[in-house]
């Protein structure tokens, strides 16, 4: 398969399973040209793994994802997990890779431990590491907010979650980045499945002294609950330690490198912020709408089932490509403009359904932080060079992006 050029022709030789597609492909394009000529098509078989079905209108994925008994997550929920042999390793272990009735108890028990109290105890630190790291970035010149801020923020509020000693947060976040080979190209397979391990046998420890002496935080829960009578097993925890790690990591990550990328090209939308003539909860959405940081769902039919007129098989790999339902002319008015003012905005950045995103409440307080803190302190932003996008099939969103942050008049005073 070929993806040379800005953009390719015929649709079927564009390689979804390439990294190097999401750079060197005008995907807004492609994905436009694919809704209109072949919603649900049959992706072939690449040298990643065998063929799968690609879903990229809003409507078809809401059908897949209201549907969990036909479209299992069992296997996995991405390409690169769907295309293991014997699919993801943690399969009906961690949250989002079980299904009925299992992954409701879960889930019920997961709930119940994101207490009110543990919340407060997260969020209550969330607006002081905010204000200290972006606060203290202002009027300081070209700085790289990527690398700078938004990587340490999300990662010191998923370690508070969890109850990881704060000093070992950077290590996490080194280990989770590396988990899935999203900053550089040339990163072996072997150096993944090292990381990753790393990171398995660091939350196995963390696990240990918890079952000892619980904490107020979600590891001491899920090492002592019971779901259906049974506890959680060592490897369930620290699956789903693994899980939330990533998963509270990267989206609002690459959210919020992606507002301030947004803000600099659309300084309208910014002052439009920072007067208050948009709200902060509004901005969110249409933030989460804009960057989908994670471009795709995975699922798995469990029986022939018809979605978009196209007939699916039991077994086959189907992935839902939220980058492009989330640009859907059927659902979005003017879908490529930036519109912080933007209602409804019934994005699927935070997925749907059964599987919707476990930790969605934190990822939008992260971002709402982000931007209390850019309309006190912050009068304009400054793109100081040239962002650099990750390489990743499931990933969208940058590694590095200098900017300088103007400082308010009353910031500056």
Same mark, same amino acid.
Do not use: C
């Given at each position: 398969m070929s993806n040379k050029g800005a953009f390719a022709d015929d649709l079927n030789r564009v390689n979804l399973t390439d990294p190097n597609t999401f750079l060197h492909t005008d995907m807004e394009d492609f994905w436009r040209r694919v809704r209109a000529e072949q919603p649900v098509y049959l992706h072939p078989a690449t040298d990643q793994g065998s063929e799968f079905w690609v879903v990229s209108r809003h409507a078809d994925i809401m059908t897949v994802l209201q549907d969990p008994e036909r479209f299992s997550s069992r296997a996995g929920n991405m390409l690169s997990s769907l295309h293991k042999p014997g699919g993801d390793p943690a399969a009906g272990k961690n949250l989002a890779l079980t299904d009925a009735p299992r992954h409701n108890a879960m889930r019920t028990i997961l709930l119940k431990a994101f207490s009110p109290r543990i919340r407060e105890v997260v969020t209550d630190k969330l607006?002081?590491?905010?204000?200290?790291?972006?606060?203290?970035?202002?009027?300081?010149? $070209?700085?790289?907010?990527?690398?700078?801020?938004?990587?340490?923020?999300?990662?010191? @509020? /998923? =370690?508070?979650?969890?109850?990881?000693?704060?000093?070992?947060?950077?290590?996490?976040?080194?280990?989770?980045?590396?988990?899935?080979?999203?900053?550089?190209?040339?990163?072996?397979?072997?150096?993944?499945w090292l990381s990753r391990n790393e990171l398995l046998a660091y939350s196995q420890e963390i696990i240990e002294a918890r079952r000892e002496d619980p904490q107020d935080d979600l590891i001491s829960a899920m090492a002592t609950c019971r779901i259906n009578g049974e506890p959680m097993t060592d490897d369930e925890v620290v699956v789903n330690c693994y899980g939330f790690i990533l998963a509270g990591d990267h989206t609002s990550r690459l959210a919020m490198v992606g507002t301030l990328l947004a803000f600099s090209q659309h300084p309208d939308q910014w002052l439009a912020l920072k007067e208050g003539r948009v709200s902060v909860a509004g901005?969110?959405?249409?933030?989460?709408?804009? $960057?989908?940081?994670?471009?795709?769902?995975?699922?798995?039919?469990?029986?022939?089932? @018809? /979605? =978009?007129?196209?007939?699916?098989?039991?077994?086959?790999?189907?992935?839902?490509?939220?980058?492009s339902a989330n640009r859907d002319e059927d659902v979005f008015s003017d879908p490529q403009s930036f519109d912080l003012a933007r209602t409804p905005n019934k994005h699927l950045g935070f997925g749907y359904g059964a599987h919707f995103c476990f930790g969605s409440y934190l990822g939008r307080a992260e971002i709402a932080a982000v931007l209390k803190t850019l309309c006190s302190r912050v009068e304009r932003i400054e793109l100081m060079g040239d962002p650099k996008p990750l390489y990743s099939t499931f990933l969208r969103g940058y590694s590095s992006l200098p900017v300088s942050l103007v400082p308010s008049s009353s910031a500056a005073g």
């Open positions: 607006q002081e590491r905010v204000d200290h790291l972006l606060g203290g970035a202002v009027g300081t010149g $070209t700085f790289d907010f990527a690398k700078e801020v938004a990587e340490v923020v999300p990662m010191g @509020t /998923i =370690g508070d979650l969890l109850g990881f000693p704060s000093e070992d947060h950077k290590y996490l976040l080194d280990l989770s980045r590396e988990a899935l080979s999203t900053d550089d190209e040339g990163q072996t397979e072997e150096e993944v901005a969110v959405e249409e933030i989460v709408r804009w $960057t989908t940081p994670a471009m795709h769902i995975g699922r798995t039919a469990t029986a022939e089932v @018809t /979605i =978009g007129g196209r007939t699916i098989r039991e077994g086959d790999h189907v992935i839902l490509w939220n980058t």
